[in-house]
Every structure is written in structure tokens, then in C-alpha cells.
């Protein structure tokens, strides 16, 4: 059963850090294209990030030194690490997974296969 499983949301402090994983079971990421997603209350899911079978990544630009995606092949996960958080960061995260070719980077929700649960950020003083 293909099944993704994000962790490490939570409420923190305006400039904190948060690390959030996405986690497979049942297949390998080594061949999928992997983004974060993100939705706000009374907004649409947005594009964060994302890593393609090869590693190349992709950021949305409101994010780039700020945000980080990587692999861990031998846990079959990839996580976020997200630093300097604003309250506009406040969403629940999502990540999902795509059967990709290398290189290939693919940022609209509609082109993904599988998704996590999603975990709540809350960025609040």
C-alpha cells in the first residue's frame, strides 16, 4: 500500500525552525518527483518545494534562503527544513509524490499521485 506520512509540524515563534519529514511506505522515492505543498485557511494549496528523482530542486521564490529540501534515501524520506518562519508561513503542509524522469520538476498540485495527511505549522507569537 502506497502511503506517505508527514511529521514535525507544530506552533512556533515567529524566526524559529521547524524540520517536517515525509515518510514512504510501499514504494521508493528514489523514482519520484517529491514537492511540499502548503494551504492556508480560505487560500489555495501553493507550491513550496520540491525534489526531483535526481535531486534537483525547486523553491517558490517568496521562500528561497529560507526553506531547504533533501533526501534521506536509506529512511525512504525527505524533509523540510524551514527557518526564520512568519506567521504568513501558518498552514497545514502537505507533501506528495509523482512517478518522475530525472530532472523533471513538477510544481502544480494536480500533477501528483499520492498525498500525506498533511501537518499543521502554526508561526505565533
Known amino acids: 500500500q502506497v502511503q506517505l506520512v508527514e511529521s514535525g509540524g507544530g506552533s512556533v515563534q515567529p524566526g524559529g525552525s521547524l524540520r517536517l519529514a515525509c515518510a514512504a511506505s510501499?514504494?521508493?522515492?528514489?523514482?519520484?518527483?517529491i514537492g511540499w505543498f502548503r494551504q492556508a485557511p480560505g487560500k489555495e494549496r501553493e507550491g513550496v518545494s520540491v525534489s526531483s528523482s535526481d535531486g534537483s530542486t525547486y523553491y517558490a521564490d517568496s521562500l528561497k534562503g529560507r526553506f531547504t529540501i533533501s533526501r534521506d534515501k536509506a529512511k525512504n524520506t525527505v524533509y523540510l527544513q524551514m527557518t526564520r518562519l512568519k506567521p504568513e508561513d501558518t498552514a497545514v503542509y502537505y507533501c506528495?509524490?509523482?512517478?518522475?524522469?530525472?530532472?523533471?520538476?513538477?510544481?502544480?498540485?494536480?500533477?501528483?499521485?499520492?498525498w500525506g495527511q498533511g501537518t499543521q505549522v502554526t508561526v505565533s507569537s
Open positions: 510501499g514504494f521508493t522515492l528514489d523514482y519520484y518527483a
Open positions: 506528495a509524490a509523482v512517478l518522475a524522469e530525472p530532472h523533471t520538476i513538477v510544481v502544480v498540485p494536480t500533477g501528483y499521485d499520492y
